[in-house]
């Protein structure tokens, strides 16, 4: 049963930080190494200095973190609140030029072990889990919330918005560099908490970001659990910072993540292109605005890839899903119906003999334009492009025991770090 529980946030001092939107920044797994730069140059306490550090030769940047925050909450950069509270959060953004608010909450979340009610859906990889051990280990914190999402059925963030959140000014209240809204609420009434554990009891939780990390975090306890040789269950280290947010709100938006791949040195498109109709129905598209278009629109009833090489754009139609029986024939149906396994089985691996864990030659994006700009600045390079992975894949997928491929959603917008901390005693 996933517990819940509101927790004294660290957050940072207004009285000596004026602007907050020089001192947060998105989550790091998200900061390209140009990003990285940028934050680390726009204040010396931007939270990116604890997050996300530089590699100095000679240094340890998680220890060099840990001294940052011990420095910064001494001198009271940062403070620590006095009541255990928790925050509601509140994000204004537009999509495609509607404007959505997304709302939710951050708070504590129990960490559980298999087969309870935190669910993931996405593998994970071992060097980003041991880049966070170290930082946790260094810190003593939970730094930036995971993003979870559950059935909120007793309209539980609308009822609280309503009755608590709507009149009240925020506690913080920024604009990051997409222009989305950040707001923050602070909840201590000790009944309004106690109402609300009460009501997120027995629901399942979804993790949509921040796989790593909570398996960092139930690592980490266990590593205390052993040195402390502790049973008590209200120890921080047996939570996890958390942000939760409505399964069924249509303001839920999902991007899909594309694939960028190098090409070996003979790569030759018409014959490529003869391999992948073995598979695929393909169809050439003059037009980029189209071409999406029609990706977008055959989703909806069809397996339908994207591809984009030498200023051309394919559309990739799956003739039949049963031709991936063959060939994932030890994973489930949900798993095999999904776009980026056929993208992963038919194309990468089968026809251009990849190793979907090479990340030198298979890199990430959600941005359609920033890789046709690559493509169209390297000869080797191609791209191709999915359409969103649907938020019943995925539950289907974390309830059946399996994970998705790595990468294969992109929940947006990103939670802000640095908004609210949860520090260990």
Known sequence: ?????????????????????????????????????????????????????????????????????????????????????????????SQRGEKKTRLGFIALLGLEDKNTSVFGHEHTRLEPKEDRLK??????????????????????????????????????????????????????????????????????????????????????????????????????????????????????????????????????????????KNCFDLEEVKDKIRFFFLLEKGGRTEHVLGMYKDKRYWLLRLKNIKILDSVVSDKPKEYISLDISILNYLVLKRVLGLDLEDKANITFSPNSDELIGEVDNNDSLIAFFLNPVKVEQLTNIALSGEKMPSKSTYFYPKVLSGLVINKHK
């Open 135 to 276: 930082l946790i280990r260094q810190a003593k914190a939970n730094l930036s919330p995971i993003f979870v999402i559950f059935s909120d059925q007793k309209r539980l963030i609308q009822r609280t918005y309503h009755q608590h959140v709507l009149d009240k000014q925020p506690l913080i209240n920024i604009t990051d560099e997409e222009k989305t809204v950040h707001k923050l609420w602070r909840l201590d009434h000790q009944p309004f908490l106690d109402h609300f554990q009460e009501g997120m009891r027995g629901t399942n939780i979804f993790i949509a970001d921040g796989h790593h990390r909570y398996e960092v975090a139930c690592a980490y306890r266990n590593q205390m659990k052993k040195r402390l040789h502790a049973a008590r269950k209200d120890y921080d280290f047996n939570y996890i910072l958390a942000y939760f947010t409505n399964i069924e709100s249509r303001n839920l938006t999902i991007l899909p993540i594309h694939r960028l791949v190098k090409l070996g040195s003979k790569f030759d498109l018409a014959g490529f292109n003869e391999k992948l």
């Open 1 to 93: 049963m996933a517990k819940i529980k509101p927790f004294k946030a660290v957050i940072y001092n207004q009285e000596i930080i004026k602007d907050l939107s020089l001192v947060s920044c998105p989550p790091y797994d998200v900061i390209s190494p140009s990003r990285q730069e940028y934050f680390h140059n726009i204040s010396p306490f931007n939270f990116i200095h604890i997050l996300f550090g530089k590699d100095i030769p000679g240094e340890d940047k998680y220890k060099r973190a840990g001294n940052y925050f011990k420095e910064w909450l001494k001198n009271k950069i940062l403070i620590q609140e006095e009541k255990p509270s928790v925050y509601f959060y509140s994000q204004q953004y």
